[in-house]
């Protein structure tokens, strides 16, 4: 997991660090970020696939965390559990997804049920958005941001393969080209971010200026 402002955070915290007090910097929290989207026969893209990827010490303290507060016979039941009340608190959120299709902001929704797991000792997330109208992506690029608003968990794509458009059989399409731009955050919300702590008000705009920023665009 790869922390693309941290030199900008390493110059922040030489200075905040000279402050009183103890501070517990935002985020508290990592998520590697898979994203997927469909394509269906006519080229239109539909679908938004999530995966998350929880950082091993947060994926363990929810699965903890479900294990003894969720329903469920097994230990898998009750992960499920925890996946539809996650997806269904992230409704107020719009599940952290930003869309636009050139100037037009694009409407989502839940398509399906969401599955966990603990795969390799970590904390595996996936759900599946569906787009409120298709988009042709020959005729409009799409660009979309993924992050937290409160910035208590940071959302990275994973490297070398994070984002990917498959066609309807569900193949690879490599008509389709994504286009990643690391946030540049101003100093002052990187030290915004550092004073944070967990008994702060909740800032519902912070996360935006730490999100990367992908263009997707087909042939």
Not at 78 to 91: C, F, H, S, T
């Amino acid at each position: 997991m790869i922390r693309h402002w941290a030199p900008l955070m390493v110059t922040v915290l030489a200075l905040l660090v000279l402050l009183p007090g103890t501070l517990q910097a935002h985020p508290h929290a990592w998520i590697d970020l898979e994203i997927t989207f469909e394509r269906d026969r006519d080229g239109q893209l539909t679908h938004m696939h999530h995966n998350w990827r929880f950082d091993p010490t947060y994926g363990q303290y929810l699965y903890d965390d479900a294990q003894e507060h969720q329903e469920g016979t097994t230990s898998e039941e009750r992960l499920q559990a925890l996946a539809a009340e996650i997806l269904g608190n992230l409704d107020e959120y719009r599940w952290y997804s930003h869309i636009k299709a050139g100037d037009e902001a694009i409407g989502i929704a839940a398509a399906e049920e969401p599955r966990m797991a603990m795969e390799e000792g970590l904390l595996h997330f996936r759900f599946r958005l569906e787009l409120d109208q298709p988009v042709d992506p020959k005729a409009r690029d799409l660009e979309y941001k993924v992050y937290d608003p409160t910035f208590f968990i940071e959302v990275l794509h994973r490297e070398p393969h994070g984002i990917r458009v498959v066609d309807a059989a569900g193949l690879v399409d490599a008509a389709c080209e994504a286009r990643l731009e690391r946030p540049r955050p101003d100093p002052a919300m990187v030290a915004r971010a550092m004073a944070l702590d967990y008994g702060a008000s909740v800032d519902y705009d912070l996360g935006r200026h730490f999100a990367e920023r992908v263009t997707l665009r087909c042939d």
